[in-house]
């Protein structure tokens, strides 16, 4: 009995549902896709009047019910995302917070994950919570303590983290916090909220001290994994052992060294250490070659039992499983005899995944694993085609990685903003050494297993190999733009990118055509970056309350204010100079010279190139900080007391060195950056005494704000770059009628020329 639908309306329900789970976090979403689906139902009722590609869609009634499956997947979406219950661990951060009192507590619970090291160098793992107890800072009653549930994302201390294993029941004494939202208006900021919430865990604890009060199995896959890359490393050492480990077990389940991972993402070689579709081909392939003699039931039973090993080893990432179900898909249609159509098979198998679990829509490694098989399955045998003038085995080798990051590049873009500019060529030469490194890692994996000694001397064969890959990796990773700032793409840009990729998939006059298609997607990048650095002038201040952060655009040199410890410069400052196309930072200020405050210079200027750098010489300084500016290549101006230096139409003035208050024209306006002292009243009093000009901004950073100085200095406008903001002193401001920045509650802000402020949340204040 035939199906009661053609494969024209599953691949349009199965799109459906996919776009209904990216509808569903949308403002209006349901509206736009009830809209929209109504529309295109209508106007193809009334195919005979429109073109003839319209007429072969599918009929109006399977868009109906297209549309249905979109509002289904956004209800299901909606129902499978996770909430905090009543007695989640994250409401006690509210409950003492109300109280006044330091969410200081004591929390026992069992270990759920691996612990890893993390770039600050502590232990992060994610624990099941059991009890709690307040811990009250002068030793006194707790004043809350009891049962809780929910999970925890925990950081603690190298030393007291490195005993830790998952199974078993822990104390963890630190401080409860809940994980702030990161959306940002001005750079797609990482939203750790969210991704906590995906986790289902909605707090977190930095973990001063740990103790173990139960110890758990040592049975479990994450034993397995600690076995294999413990056997690994203790032959190719601290650095080589995780990254060959990497390349079984994924760098989710393995401690790769944070440089290793930085110097692989600049060169377009994450997807090496991804544990997904590149690792699946190749072990598949090996042991379909072995197989070969054998029947094909024979070879469908080794090759399913082979990834399915490969899975779970990995953790059954989400990668991982599309990677294993396509392979395992692949293998029923060779057994099988059939030829079924792969991007079709690809749909279905997403499908499937994200009904089994739909928060994986929003998993970026999810998303751009499925974008690079489908590149791989649709685009590669074409792009081939056209290097005929290369010599076989080169031409497969460039077409690969070729038709992957075609099909990736819109959507890396708008999210990261940065182009791996020597990714192909690394790609390709790499490839050998990657597919020996795979195999090798998969079989010392399987002899760890069985003997770790046996592990440890098969992977000492990968000794050289690892190392010259790595080598090669840090070579072009050391050259000049190796990573190139475009800019964040808009969703418009990307959309009409994608469109154009399609096009040229499906149309054949596209095909013909497609140097059109590349020049027109080349303009769509390059122009508004062109535009952007050529004719914008702004000041943004950073949403950073540990550190102050600026950041002035202008067409004759960027200018960059601190830049705050390892972690701002990777993520706030580091993803806000990518959103903005900016490759190279004309003018590095150091306001003060504590690593803690400016630690993320060294690891910036890998990225972002620094022309001249200008610190305070006479301020306190720290020896991790001086050693770190020492080895910057860059040009090193000291700032002077009462001395001008100039950059475009940005000028800065010292005016006191420790703590650091700074004086700037920018683009005619005047600003005031004052850091807050130990002691207030002698900064007030030198305020008085040195009859500085009425300030049309005031940049002010520290914890506590000092009303003083608004009678003393009259700004129009405040900045405040400050975790706590008295409400007393938010009444003074309204009563004064002085437009004031939060970072702490408004986060990042932006100012133009025309004196009008841009916060990242309407705060309804816009100008001075």
């Known amino acids: 009995?035939?199906?009661?639908?053609?494969?024209?309306?599953?691949?349009?329900?199965?799109?459906?549902?996919?776009?209904?789970?990216?509808?569903?976090?949308?403002?209006?979403?349901?509206?736009?896709?009830?809209?929209?689906?109504?529309?295109?139902?209508?106007?193809?009722?009334?195919?005979?009047i429109w073109p003839k590609f319209w007429r072969s869609l599918p009929p109006g009634r399977?868009?109906?019910?297209?549309?249905?499956?979109?509002?289904?997947?956004?209800?299901?979406?909606?129902?499978?995302?996770?909430?905090?219950?009543?007695?989640?661990i994250s409401r006690v951060v509210t409950r003492l917070t109300a109280m006044g009192a330091e969410p200081t507590v004591m929390v026992e619970g069992h270990v759920e994950t691996y612990p890893l090291l993390n770039r600050a160098g502590k232990y992060r793992f994610f624990m099941g919570v059991k009890r709690y107890q307040h811990l009250p800072r002068d030793g006194g009653e707790p004043m809350l303590q009891g049962q809780a549930s929910g999970r925890l994302y925990v950081t603690v201390p190298e030393e007291a983290g490195q005993?830790?294993?998952?199974?078993?029941?822990?104390?963890?004494?630190?401080?409860?916090?809940?994980?702030?939202?990161?959306?940002?208006?001005?750079?797609?900021?990482?939203?750790?909220?969210r991704q906590l919430q995906l986790e289902r865990t909605f707090a977190g604890l930095a973990g001063r001290d740990a103790k173990i009060l139960k110890p758990g199995s040592p049975w479990g896959l994450w034993a397995l994994r600690e076995r294999i890359f413990t056997a690994q490393g203790e032959k190719l050492g601290p650095e080589l052992g995780p990254l060959l480990s990497a390349m079984l077990l994924g760098s989710r389940a393995v401690g790769v060294p944070a440089f290793i991972g930085d110097a692989f993402r600049r060169v377009g070689l994450s997807h090496a250490m991804a544990a997904s579709g590149f690792q699946t081909s190749i072990i598949l392939g090996l042991v379909m070659v072995l197989a070969r003699p054998l029947p094909k039931?024979?070879?469908?039973?080794?090759?399913?039992?082979?990834?399915?090993?490969?899975?779970?080893l990995s953790g059954f990432a989400p990668s991982v499983m599309r990677a294993v179900l396509m392979g395992l898909a692949g293998l029923v249609a060779l057994a099988g005899d059939s030829k079924n159509q792969p991007a079709a098979l690809l749909l279905a198998i997403a499908v499937i995944m994200l009904l089994v679990n739909p928060l994986w829509s929003e998993d970026l490694g999810f998303q751009l694993s499925f974008l690079a098989t489908l590149g791989l399955i649709v685009s590669a045998a074409a792009i081939e085609a056209r290097l005929s003038w290369l010599p076989g085995p080169l031409a497969n080798l460039t077409a690969i990685p070729l038709a992957a990051n075609i099909w990736i590049f819109p959507l890396a873009l708008a999210i990261f903003g940065v182009f791996p500019t020597y990714g192909l060529i690394v790609n390709v030469i790499t490839t050998f050494l990657l597919s020996l490194m795979t195999v090798g890692s998969f079989i010392s994996g399987l002899g760890a297993v069985i003997w770790p000694t046996l592990g440890a001397l098969l992977a000492w064969v990968m000794y050289y190999p690892t190392l010259i890959l790595l080598w090669l990796v840090n070579f072009f990773g050391s050259l000049p733009y190796s990573l190139l700032a475009l800019g964040a793409l808009g969703w418009t840009q990307v959309f009409a990118l994608y469109g154009l990729i399609l096009l040229v998939w499906l149309h054949p006059w596209w095909q013909r055509r497609w140097i059109l298609a590349l020049g027109t997607g080349l303009g769509l990048v390059i122009v508004p970056f062109l535009l952007l650095q050529t004719n914008t002038f702004r000041v943004t201040v950073l949403d950073s309350t540990q550190t102050p952060i600026m950041v002035i655009q202008q067409p004759g040199g960027n200018v960059v204010i601190n830049s705050g410890d390892l972690k701002n410069a990777g993520t706030s400052l580091g993803s806000f100079l990518a959103a903005q196309g900016i490759n190279q930072i004309h003018w590095a200020i150091a306001t003060t010279r504590q690593s803690r405050d400016q630690g993320g210079w060294a690891d910036l200027a890998k990225v972002t190139p620094i022309t001249r750098i200008s610190e305070i010489p006479t301020a306190s300084s720290d020896e991790d900080y001086r050693e770190m500016v020492s080895k910057l290549p860059s040009d090193k101006q000291p700032l002077r007391l009462d001395q001008e230096a100039q950059l475009g139409d940005v000028a800065l003035k010292l005016l006191r060195a420790d703590p650091a208050v700074i004086q700037m024209t920018i683009k005619g306006k005047k600003w005031l950056f004052i850091s807050e002292p130990p002691r207030s009243l002698g900064q007030s009093i030198w305020l008085r005494s040195a009859n500085l000009p009425r300030p049309d901004v005031l940049w002010w950073w520290g914890r506590k704000f000092d009303p003083n100085l608004l009678d003393i200095l009259q700004p129009q406008a405040l900045v405040l770059t400050t975790a706590q903001l008295p409400p007393a002193v938010q009444d003074q401001l309204k009563s004064r009628r002085i437009s004031y920045y939060w970072a702490g509650q408004d986060g990042a802000v932006q100012w133009q020329p025309s004196g009008r402020f841009l916060p990242n949340q309407n705060t309804g204040e816009s100008g001075l």
Not at 3 to 15: E, N, R, T, V, Y
Not at 170 to 188: D, E, H, S, W
């Open 62 to 88: 399977s868009w109906l019910i297209a549309t249905g499956i979109t509002l289904l997947a956004m209800a299901y979406l909606f129902l499978r995302t996770p909430n905090p219950g009543a007695t989640d």
């Open 163 to 193: 005993d830790i294993r998952p199974g078993q029941t822990v104390a963890i004494t630190g401080f409860l916090y809940q994980p702030k939202a990161g959306g940002n208006a001005f750079y797609r900021a990482f939203n750790f909220q």
């Open 297 to 312: 039931s024979r070879q469908l039973q080794i090759g399913g039992a082979a990834l399915i090993v490969f899975a779970g």
């Open 1 to 48: 009995m035939p199906l009661p639908f053609i494969q024209a309306d599953a691949i349009l329900w199965g799109l459906a549902f996919i776009v209904g789970l990216y509808l569903g976090g949308a403002p209006w979403g349901w509206i736009i896709a009830l809209v929209l689906g109504l529309l295109i139902s209508v106007c193809r009722n009334q195919a005979p």
